[in-house]
């Protein structure tokens, strides 16, 4: 079952305009967490204070919460699912998006770089990332507003994209200076991810020093982060790497993930990118952000850029060939009342939720 005890993702929910609290996802109810484990940690309104807690914490809750539900024990504290509202699960504290796929970089830069190599010297050397705006990171189900700014004339993007990405959320941080431990001692989960971009605002704008505006508005989550330990069955070995990366970035352990996404446009399915494709892993993503002492903190979350593989990328800008070969619908970016929504599943077919979206029209400012 997609939502059975195997899976069992960490959400914040309310009902009837109650304060947000934490639960867990059981097929079509919600696990009203607090009365259940009798701990107040999950009554507050993100999962922030919980993934403090750190990983003995996140894997005894787990095994708690299995053995409670699997004989019934539960019963009197699921909540139908149509019953509640769902929110933004963490408090985003800081968001770092990478640029993983080896397809989509090359794409984009046969695309912003014509008369360039498709990737930079540095891509194969390190994974190349920038952070973006923590505070625009909302929920799915958010509706995005167009945005404008220059294209270089000022007006509403015309261009505006979606990105199908991979989420990782910070549960256990680490001080200043010190380097971070394991992958799996401080992620605490994944999320799927819509990095939108307005690729007409993009595009002038962000020479020398990358993303800003065209990228800043929104980027939308799913509700449920999906703990690490659910996802065992999914890990498989990255792909491999040529040349051989620095002693710090050497895999440790396989955090590669089997997961097939699949990015629906007004419900008609458009790509169905595969995560295992990825050339850069998460946990070597996580040696990179903090090599040089920065420090992380409960709530960060960094994604792991745009999945794209060569037949199945990630966006639109890609599946369109910026513009070149419209979609059947005959558009090739996002049109006001569009809804993009983007799915995963694992080989066992546990699901990892949904990310969706709909646009409306730009304020003309
Ligand atoms: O290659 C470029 O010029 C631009 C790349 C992106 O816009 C991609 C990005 O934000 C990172 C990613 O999602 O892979
Ligand atoms: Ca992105
Ligand atoms: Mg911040």
Redesign the pocket.
């Known amino acids: 079952m997609s939502f059975g005890l195997d899976n069992l993702p960490y959400g914040v929910f309310s009902v009837d305009g109650g304060p947000p609290r934490v639960g867990v996802r059981l097929g079509d109810h919600v696990v009203d967490l607090a009365p259940l484990l009798g701990d107040d940690v999950f009554r507050e309104p993100t999962l922030n204070p919980f993934m403090a807690r750190g990983r003995g914490a996140w894997r005894a809750t787990r095994g708690r919460v299995q053995d409670l539900l699997a004989d019934d024990r539960g019963a009197e504290h699921l909540i139908p699912l149509d019953r509640v509202r769902l929110h933004l699960p963490v408090d985003v504290?800081?968001?770092v998006d990478f640029y993983a796929s080896l397809e989509h970089a090359s794409n984009l830069g046969r695309m912003f770089r014509p008369d360039e190599e498709p990737l930079k010297p540095n891509w194969r050397h390190l994974p190349v990332g920038y952070h973006g705006r923590?505070?625009t990171v909302v929920v799915s189900g958010t509706d995005i507003r167009r945005p404008c700014g220059q294209r270089p004339s000022f007006g509403p993007s015309a261009k505006l994209d979606i990105e199908a990405e991979v989420g990782f959320v910070v549960g256990a941080g680490t001080g200043l200076c010190q380097p971070a431990g394991a992958f799996d001692e401080h992620v605490f989960g994944v999320v799927l991810v819509n990095d939108w971009s307005a690729r007409d605002i993009q595009a002038w704008e962000y020479v020398p020093l990358g993303p800003f505006l065209g990228k800043s508005f929104a980027t939308s989550v799913s509700a449920w982060v999906t703990p690490l330990d659910a996802l065992d069955h999914a890990r498989v070995e990255g792909r491999a790497q040529d040349p051989t990366p620095l002693d710090y970035l050497r895999r440790n352990a396989e955090w590669g993930l089997d997961l097939a996404l699949e990015v629906r446009l007004n419900g008609e399915v458009v790509s169905t990118p595969a995560y295992r494709d990825m050339y850069w892993t998460p946990d070597q993503m996580l040696a990179h952000m903090t090599v040089n002492g920065a420090s992380l903190r409960t709530g960060d979350l960094y994604a792991s850029g745009t999945v794209s593989g060569e037949d199945s990328p990630g966006s639109l800008i890609e599946l369109t060939w910026n513009g070149a070969r419209p979609l059947k619908s005959g558009q090739s970016f996002l049109e006001d009342g569009d809804t993009v929504t983007i799915t995963a599943t694992t080989p066992s077919g546990l699901s990892l939720g949904e990310v969706t979206g709909r646009i409306l029209p730009a304020t003309v400012r």
């Open positions: 504290a800081d968001y923590a505070g």
